[in-house]
């Protein structure tokens, strides 16, 4: 069996991941495993609060994101996983999988990425109106830097249009 591709797109929030994430999979021809799609189902499911209660479901989302790549990996599937994952949190369950990895890593100023995240439309759930400031906290820290994975490690500004081909050729 050959080993699963696993593209992991990440970068700290409104770098633009899940537009790359969703036309490399689709370049790619692979599923496509979001974490504001696991997110936002559970707002859905259990409801929305504050930020204490969207942070709680956010640490629930990437606990659901690791299994589902686990078990994709289990069955000799490939896919595109996008999420911000955290320097230091990401890398110990995933490096352990048999998989082939390919990091996507998007970045953007500061300053962009705040416009972004302030003008995005997303589900009420992540309110995302207070969490300004941690953006530029996050950012400042490195706390959205590279992952620690094996494999190779695609670095992708944001700030101009991305050529999806040329970077899906690079991956596959």
Not at 7 to 25: D, F, N, Q, S, Y
Not at 79 to 87: K, Q
Not at 95 to 123: D, T
Request: with cysteine.
């Amino acid at each position: 069996m050959e080993t699963p591709l696993v593209v992991v797109v990440t970068g700290p929030p409104a770098a633009g991941k899940t537009t790359i994430a969703r036309e490399l999979a689709a370049r790619l021809r692979l599923p496509l495993i979001t974490k504001d799609t696991v997110k936002e189902a559970l707002f859905d499911g259990l409801g929305t609060g504050d930020l204490a209660w969207s942070q709680r479901l956010g640490a629930a989302t990437y606990l659901v994101l690791e299994a589902l790549v686990e078990e994709s990996v289990s069955a000799g599937a490939g896919l595109v996983l996008e999420a911000n994952f955290v320097r230091g949190e990401a890398e110990v369950r995933l490096s352990a999988l048999p998989a082939r990895f390919v990091q996507v890593h998007c970045s953007a100023p500061l300053e962009l990425l705040v416009e972004r995240y302030a003008a995005r439309e997303r589900h009420p759930g992540h309110v995302d109106a207070e969490r300004i400031d941690a953006l530029r906290k996050a950012v400042a820290s490195g706390r959205h830097d590279p992952l620690e994975l094996p494999g190779k490690t695609i670095r992708i500004e944001t700030t101009n249009p991305i050529d999806i081909d040329a970077l899906a050729a690079r991956i596959a």
